[in-house]
């Protein structure tokens, strides 16, 4: 999967938060960091690094004026599906007898442990 994000030139960072916008839709850094327990300035890193190669956009939040929420790009949805749905391609061929949802939950667990295994900059 590491290498499939390379591909699209995603580190597991941004992946990370690619992937909860991608469920979730519009966030805060604030909520982006909670949802994966990381630290506001990784998030906020991140979502920097992301904007940067207009994946992500800065939208005004009807419930904050200073906090902006952060949503998807075309781009940006482009890239987080492309690397989902080749994933999901890996994992049906390595496991042909696991359902959709099990190969969603798998997905959903390691999108969650890779930033936390591969940036010291966690809580």
């Known amino acids: 999967m590491e290498q499939d994000m390379s591909a699209e030139g995603l580190s ?4 990370a938060v690619l992937n909860l916008l991608h469920d979730h839709g519009p966030m805060t850094v604030p909520q982006l960091g909670r949802a994966r327990t990381l630290s506001r300035q ?4 991140m979502v920097n690094d992301a904007a940067a190669r207009s994946l992500v956009e800065p939208v ?3 419930a904050h004026q ?5 949503r998807l790009t075309e781009p940006g949805r482009a890239a987080i599906t492309a690397v989902l749905d080749r994933e999901r391609a890996v994992l049906r061929r390595a496991a ?25 900059d966690v809580d």
Do not use: H, K, W, Y
Not at 12 to 15: E, F, S, V, Y
Not at 42 to 45: D, K
């Open 12 to 15: 597991a960072g941004i992946r």
């Open 42 to 45: 990784f998030v906020q890193r």
């Open 60 to 62: 005004p939040n009807p």
């Open 66 to 70: 200073r906090s902006s929420l952060i």
């Open 96 to 120: 042909d007898d696991l359902t959709d949802t099990e190969i969603d939950a798998c997905l959903r667990v390691l999108s969650r442990l890779l930033p936390v295994m591969g940036d010291a």
